[in-house]
């Protein structure tokens, strides 16, 4: 078994230690700093979508811009994690993230629940046709109501499940408890199946796993294999139930305090990084489902086509809710996208 990583300090530490980074922060700035410092925060491993993608925007930057921007990459939930990354954000302890989409709606943006529904999509050119329309540029608008301005998404990949067991129906989730990320839809579908959602920051898992507090978990297999659940997941089962991705954030105080010069640069140097991030997630995902089938004491399941369909019946009682909430528009929206219809 792993080692189980040191446990983060408790949130009231956090806090503390967030308004202090932020009076550090105003101190260094009136002692010497590069022209524009830029520190990007995220939670997951440097060879994830997500961590190749900053890299390269990091390289990019620091290419064209001759030292005058510099790009601080802090990986891994080194800098802030998911449950003050956001805050971090809005007291300008960091300029730079790149959140879960599920995270969004606990944040006051509850339409990026959609991206959280059962079955939705069925590969990655359907999501993109969501994420590079109108329905996308729609929705990073609506993060202007929370002081942040969306620059754009990034793929990660499908999620799948592992469990002490293999999970091909309902009844196999029955009792699980299971973590998730802070979203409702999320939540409501682990209830439909008979699970227990149980609410944990990423950087958790692992920790929560080998201790027991949860029994299974859902990810995109390069988090599966980076963070090491393989050690303590004994079956990997290939649902494909749900779509994993991040939208790039910075703050408006911050972007607006930059010169159309520095903006135009990073703007182009993050559309790169994100075409880079978002051709490598299908790669990965290969390489990273070949390494977990060669992994001792894991086992693979795939489910069968009606394996599939029993699970997908079985919660469309979320897509009801959902719809409820807010009305048909928004999903009729994204249905006519995945089929090429907007």
Request: net charge positive.
């Amino acid at each position: 078994m792993s080692a189980v990583p040191p446990p983060r300090p408790p949130q009231r530490l956090r806090r503390a230690l967030l308004g202090a980074a932020c009076v550090v922060a105003g101190g260094v700035a009136l002692a010497a700093r590069p022209a524009v410092l830029l520190r990007f925060s995220h939670v997951v491993a440097p060879d994830t979508p997500k961590g190749q993608m900053a890299q390269r925007f990091q390289a990019l930057v620091h290419e064209r811009a001759g030292g005058r921007i510099r790009v601080e990459e802090h990986p891994d939930s080194s800098l802030w994690g998911d449950d003050d990354e956001m805050e971090a954000l809005r007291l300008g302890a960091v300029e730079m993230l790149a959140p879960s989409l599920s995270k969004f709606g606990m944040a006051g943006v509850p339409e990026f629940e959609v991206f959280d529904l059962p079955y939705l999509f069925a590969d990655l050119a359907q999501v993109r046709r969501v994420t590079q329309g109108g329905v996308g540029r729609e929705l990073l608008q609506r993060l202007g109501r929370q002081q942040m301005l969306g620059l754009g998404f990034l793929d990660n990949g499908f999620k799948q499940m592992s469990a002490p067991r293999p999970l091909r129906t309902p009844a196999d989730y029955r009792g699980l408890r299971v973590r998730v990320q802070a979203s409702r839809v999320l939540g409501e579908q682990m209830r439909a199946l008979g699970a227990q959602p149980v609410v944990l920051p990423f950087g958790e898992t692992q920790r929560a796993l080998a201790t027991g507090v949860v029994d299974a978990a859902e990810n995109p297999l390069s988090n599966f294999l980076t963070q090491g659940l393989a050690a303590l997941q004994p079956h990997l089962t290939l649902t494909q139930h749900g779509y994993l991705g991040y939208a790039v954030v910075t703050h408006p105080r911050f972007w607006a305090s930059l010169s159309a010069a520095d903006r135009t640069l990073l703007e182009g140097a993050l559309a790169e990084a994100l075409a880079h991030g978002n051709r490598l997630a299908a790669d990965l995902d290969a390489l990273a489902l070949a390494a977990l089938r060669r992994t001792p004491g894991l086992q693979v399941h795939s489910l069968a086509a009606d394996e599939r369909a029993t699970l997908r019946r079985h919660l469309q009682p979320v897509f009801d809710g959902f719809q409820r909430s807010f009305g048909p528009a928004l999903l009729r929206d994204v249905q006519r996208a995945v089929d090429g219809l907007a």
